[in-house]
């Protein structure tokens, strides 16, 4: 089994991010509020609240590099967070927007960060020194109905969007005088901001969780309808792939190399999805296929010990059909994953990574122990 540990956290967690160094994480208990818990002495303890949306919070990103916290709300706002001292202080983002934030994240310069909103819009915001606060502008008239989730290219220049409309969207977002001249290659040398590079009409229902590859080849994104799209040669004759699955929707992805990719959503199991060397995706397996073990069973690796006990059995009863269950389901998470952050550098081979849900768990998942996926 993948996972190496389950901490329960709150009742339901809307998002997460962790800290450069991996030692906190932060996360929003379906609340106004973000909560960081540190490491300390193998427990998870408590060191700060940072209070000052009015609604829930819907995105949270936190920048490897400048050591910062982005958040975005259904209060319309977005606060830039800086660690001064012990305390961490917000800073205005001027949104300008009319309908709740949904979703935000830094670009990989950590220059600017993107949130999609609920006004159909995405906003593009980076810092200007003379206010001391970040303003944004705004990539409108694309979108017909609220923007679910952003993707930056590894170039910090494309930018893919997914939607209630049913479509994923990569535009240009380049900026004068905060991007370099240089960064354009690979796009069109002729793109200007809020230009749309390609419109993938792939999905019939809503969209979610769109990921590129560490490359950035390739493309996914998954729908409402149970099916996960890959699209290679992003740009005027893109080619695209779909793989249908029988069970709930998936709700985020994520690339853990050039040729697998990891699925979760509302079937409560992370999936793995694989390219053969012909490039043709596949549904391998379930990440949490397992047999029922004892509660007190546990992994003995010293990471495993850091980060807590391995959760063993369901709390209910093991009959017959729990049992079945467990082997085709797991029972790690029970409840949506809407969430699944990468542990380790972006650009490098994933190995650990970490999933939220509405059940309020935080869950650490390594590939080293399944050697199978490893192979492919």
């Not at 910062?68 to 830039?80: L, Q």
């Not at 990539?139 to 049913?166: E, F, M, Y």
């Not at 992805?253 to 596949?282: H, Q």
């Not at 992994?299 to 017959?320: L, R, T």
Request: net charge negative; with cysteine; proline share 3%.
């Amino acid at each position: 089994m993948a996972a190496i540990s389950v901490h329960q956290f709150a009742h339901s967690i809307t998002c997460h991010a962790w800290s450069p160094d991996q030692s906190m994480v932060a996360f929003s208990p379906n609340n106004s509020e973000v909560h960081i818990y540190r490491l300390v002495e193998d427990k998870w303890e408590k060191v700060h609240v940072l209070q000052k949306h009015d609604q829930v919070i819907s995105g949270i990103d936190w920048s490897r590099r400048s050591n910062r916290i982005v958040t975005a709300s259904h209060d319309r706002n977005s606060y830039v967070w800086n660690l001064e001292g012990s305390e961490w202080v917000p800073t205005l983002v001027i949104l300008r927007l009319n309908r709740a934030a949904l979703c935000v994240q830094w670009s990989p310069e950590e220059n600017k960060f993107a949130v999609g909103s609920g006004a159909k819009t995405v906003c593009i915001c980076y810092y200007e020194q003379e206010n001391n606060w970040w303003v944004s502008k705004l990539i409108r008239k694309r979108h017909d109905s609220s923007v679910t989730s952003v993707s930056w290219h590894p170039n910090n220049i494309l930018l893919a969007t997914t939607s209630t409309d049913g479509k994923c969207r990569v535009f240009s977002t380049f900026i004068k005088g905060v991007d370099a001249k240089d960064s354009k290659k690979g796009t069109s040398s002729d793109s200007k901001f809020g230009e749309l590079i390609v419109q993938l009409d792939l999905s019939s229902s809503w969209t979610f969780g769109v990921k590129w590859s560490p490359s950035g080849n390739t493309l996914a994104y998954v729908g409402h309808n149970s099916m996960i799209y890959f699209v290679d040669d992003v740009g005027p004759s893109p080619l695209a792939q779909n793989v249908v699955f029988r069970d709930l929707p998936l709700r985020d992805v994520l690339f853990v190399s050039e040729k697998m990719v990891i699925g979760v959503g509302f079937d409560c199991n992370p999936m793995v999805f694989a390219a053969d060397e012909r490039g043709i995706w596949s549904f391998i397996r379930y990440l949490g296929e397992r047999e029922i073990v004892s509660s007190g069973s546990s992994y003995g690796s010293q990471f495993s010990e850091a980060f807590g006990k391995f959760y063993g059995q369901s709390k209910h009863g093991a009959s017959n059909d729990a049992v079945e269950t467990s082997k085709t389901r797991g029972v790690v998470h029970e409840n949506c994953i809407n969430s699944i952050m990468p542990m380790t550098e972006p650009g490098t081979l994933i190995r650990r990574f970490s999933t939220s849900g509405l059940d309020g768990r935080i869950v650490l998942w390594d590939l080293e122990n399944v050697p199978d996926l490893l192979e492919l």
